[in-house]
């Protein structure tokens, strides 16, 4: 029960936080609405569902960005505000408190993309015809699930470094070539592929294509296939986060290195 | 007046030094690296494989991503960093402490800037070499000191531009939200993935606005052989327009450390 109450109370935090601060969506989105607009000239022209592929791509690419941006930034702000000491000192756990926050992200990042996809039919009027709606938001509710977990993930590294801001701007790119948001990862070099694998989103964005696009040709594994093992990855994530979380938690503690900026 | 030059002169030199200081007490210099050989070549990658996918498989299609964007990359030093500088030290608390001295503003507004001008030249040539390593660009007929020229000047007048956004970071609460919208605005209007004319028409004019367009395209220019004086118009555009962002930029930045004395928000944060 405390831990329910500690994430809560987080998740509350960090939506007060946004409230008194909105304007920090921006950095988020940016670059993903740029992508897309760029991917939807790019594209134009061209016969088939390349509209939707970019506009999914540009979706999930603003969620990821929220989700980097959000886990870098969510001990990041702490430190820089002072207020890192009093969190640890608290009787709950550290990663309760980033799963609150985690949480909060999580649903701002649904905020995210969908701002993406009204941008696209308003302004480019793209047709966005989704063949099952149903199946697409379970994947999409899903990959925003591993998005968060991986999150969660990076946050526990972030913790050791005062230069977080500096590792996710680095970490925007490789995410969305690695993923393969707006292409399949089949044209990427053939050793990149258990890289792009191991990454949840890889299979989410696959099995949102394969809710969302006519006769589309992914992975082998099918749609309950991609969420399954997205599923599984996520999970993983997550069991590793609580694992680093505790070390890092420990090993700060020790080294009295905990806000050292 | 040659006391007053030298005193100028040496507020110059010390922003500079500092500001490179400053940046390694900050960053650590493995990360730094990283930066400078890592950022580009995803960048690249991303929109070499948006074009394939897209059907542009041929030698041109890629060279024309590719170059576009390792000259763009020179935004994450020239835009990016240079934008920071008003809202770093406003963040650290360190803002007043600058602008009450007497140090000539100019001298200090630009040498703060200069660090980035090596770190822009640095990234753009390592991003060119990806270009050339890993996605194959054909430089054989590259006119080498026309290129060279390019990514001198843009450099400057990108970080010239970058300069104009800090100024107005002066005035807002943080300058990371306009440092984040201009480090990527050069993907969509500058010609970097696609031709301007592709832009709606209306928002073409806007493109032109930025030292980048032109350095986009000088570069390709050069790197299919053209000389310094065939892409001479070109180099007196991005001179322009970079030399109208400094004195636009210093003038707002005087306006608006007038405007923060006169009404006490200087630290405002």
Not at chain 2, 175 to 183: E, Q, T, V
């Amino acid at each position: 029960m405390p831990r329910i109450r500690a994430v809560t109370s987080s998740f509350r935090h960090q939506f007060l936080q946004f409230v008194a601060e909105p304007q920090w969506l921006i950095p988020n989105v940016i670059l993903p609405f740029m992508i897309t607009m760029v991917a939807l000239i790019m594209f134009s022209g061209q016969q088939g569902n390349f509209v939707l592929y970019a506009v999914l791509g540009g979706g999930m690419m603003s969620m990821w960005g929220n989700t980097l941006y959000s886990s870098g930034w969510s001990i990041g702000s702490d430190r820089f505000n002072g207020t890192l000491e009093q969190i640890l000192v608290t009787p709950s756990k550290l990663v309760w408190i980033i799963a609150g926050r985690s949480v909060w992200n999580a649903l701002v990042g649904i905020l995210n993309g969908v701002l993406i996809f009204v941008i696209a039919v308003s302004v480019y009027d793209a047709d966005l015809t989704i063949r099952d709606p149903m199946l697409f938001f379970i994947a999409f509710f899903v990959t925003l699930l591993s998005l968060s977990m991986l999150g969660m993930l990076f946050c526990s590294a972030f913790v050791l470094t005062r230069q977080a801001s500096v590792l996710t701007n680095g970490l925007e790119y490789p995410i969305y070539v690695g993923t393969g948001t707006m292409f399949p990862i089949a044209i990427l070099p053939w050793w990149t592929n258990p890289l792009s694998l191991s990454l949840g989103p890889t299979w989410g964005i696959d099995a949102i294509r394969y809710a969302a696009l006519d006769n589309y040709d992914g992975f082998s594994t099918g749609y309950w296939g991609d969420v399954g093992i997205m599923l599984a990855l996520s999970f993983f994530y997550l069991a590793v986060a609580f694992v680093l979380f505790g070390v890092v938690e420990k090993k700060v503690r020790v080294d009295g290195s905990f806000v050292r900026y | 007046m040659s006391n007053y030059v030298s005193l100028s002169v040496r507020v110059f030199w010390s922003s500079a030094v500092l500001a490179k200081r400053a940046l390694f007490s900050w960053l650590n210099p493995a990360l730094w690296m990283m930066q400078l050989f890592f950022m580009s070549i995803f960048q690249i990658a991303f929109f070499v494989y948006v074009v394939k996918f897209a059907g542009g498989s041929t030698e041109a299609d890629i060279a024309y991503v590719a170059i576009g964007n390792a000259i763009s990359s020179v935004a994450y030093t020239a835009i990016f960093s240079v934008c920071n500088i008003t809202g770093e030290e406003k963040q650290q608390g360190t803002l007043v402490e600058v602008l009450v001295t007497p140090a000539n503003r100019f001298a200090m507004f630009v040498g703060r800037a200069m660090f980035q001008v090596f770190n822009g030249i640095a990234t753009v040539f390592i991003a060119l070499f990806y270009a050339w390593a890993v996605f194959g660009v054909d430089f054989s007929n590259t006119n080498w000191p026309a290129l060279i020229a390019v990514i001198f000047i843009m450099t400057m007048a990108m970080v010239c531009l970058g300069l104009l956004l800090s100024s107005v970071g002066l005035y807002l609460r943080t300058s990371m939200i306009i440092a984040n919208i201009f480090l990527f605005v050069g993907l969509l209007f500058s010609g970097v993935n696609f031709p301007v004319s592709k832009l709606p028409e209306v928002i073409q004019p806007f493109a032109y606005v930025f030292p980048l367009t032109y350095g986009t395209d000088a570069a390709r220019a050069a790197v299919d052989g053209s000389s310094i004086l065939q892409i001479g118009d070109l180099l007196m555009d991005m001179v322009i327009s970079g030399g109208l962002a400094l004195i636009v930029g210093f003038m707002i930045f005087k306006w608006f450390e007038n405007l923060s004395r006169k009404k006490g928000t200087m630290d405002k944060f």
